[in-house]
């Protein structure tokens, strides 16, 4: 089935014991393109998410966002009370050594840096890429099924209009068919007229004929553009990448409506041919968004 390039996932995993958001948004783009936006502690994992991406998304301006929870209330300061205790002993010793009044308080003490440490390391920290591919594979896993499900509404909608099409169509060969005994009778009726006015030119009269079997003839016309909504259909039900193909396929059918459109010089005929062009180019406008 194809997918759409529209779509919204989210993720959420837990880092070191901080929560992590992790969202995609998606819209249409000629081709994959890709902005990240993530903590600065993680930016040397950038290129492992685009290669994830690329794995996942194949089509569009897709945006993958990385929240991750503010840590700093968390990280308590820790006090080494024994540095403190002798700075505050030297302090005393050192205002009895000179003769100085006053006592030691936490003011004084505070300007000492290390009294004050942030917690221990516990050693290397773990990589944490194997959790944060977690939550980018989630996220991404929901940004697709999004993508999924609105494909499978452009389908619908291209089944319809596809549908529409060949109605048209057929009314179209009815109405060619009836009209070649006219347009024959006509001809005929010119013939007569140049006869009776004795200047008849044989060239001219094969051109004529000729000009408009070719005229009449729109058979050829009428079986590829058949054969192109049948392709257009499996393209449809078997890929899930299909979006440049169908574009292709889109341009193909509209020149054969409009080869069948100059062709027939009849009024029925050319509504018919102008509703089969409006149905073409609102499916030109919905297949932009198919990846």
């Known amino acids: 089935m194809i997918r759409s390039m529209t ?91 000179l003769g100085l009044s006053g006592e030691v308080s936490v003011d004084h003490l505070v300007k000492f840096p290390a009294i004050f440490q942030a917690p221990p390391d516990t050693g290397e920290k773990a990589d944490v890429w194997p959790v944060l591919k977690e939550g980018l594979v989630q996220t991404l896993v929901a940004l697709n099924a999004m993508r999924d499900k609105e494909g499978a509404e452009l389908s619908r909608d291209f089944n319809e209009r596809l549908q529409s099409i060949e109605t048209g169509l057929i009314d179209v060969e009815q109405r060619s068919a009836l009209r070649i005994p006219l347009e024959r009778e006509r001809l005929r009726e010119r013939v007569r007229l140049v006869v009776e ?10 051109l ?70 409006e149905e073409l180019e609102r499916m030109r406008e919905q297949v932009q968004n198919v990846e």
């Open 208 to 277: 004529e004929i000729t000009l408009l079997a070719e005229k009449l003839d729109i058979v050829e016309e009428c079986v590829r553009l058949k054969s192109h909504i049948k392709h257009y259909r499996q393209y449809m039900a078997d890929e899930a990448q299909a979006g440049r193909k169908l574009n292709f396929l889109l341009q193909e059918m509209n020149r054969e409506v409009n080869t069948i459109g100059s062709k027939t010089n009849d009024a029925e005929i050319a509504l018919v041919v102008i509703s089969m062009k």
């Open 7 to 97: 779509g919204y996932g989210k993720g959420e995993i837990v880092v070191d014991g901080a929560s992590c958001t992790i969202e995609a948004k998606c819209v249409n783009g000629r081709y994959l393109e890709l902005s990240t936006r993530m903590p600065k502690e993680w930016s040397d994992k950038e290129g492992l998410v685009r290669e994830t991406v690329r794995e996942m998304v194949t089509r569009g301006s897709l945006n993958i966002f990385v929240r991750l929870e503010d840590k700093s209330q968390q990280q308590l300061v820790q006090i080494d009370t024994e540095i403190a205790r002798s700075f505050v002993q030297a302090m005393r010793q050192l205002k009895a050594d």
């Open 197 to 206: 006015e004795g200047s008849i030119d044989d060239a001219r009269m094969n």
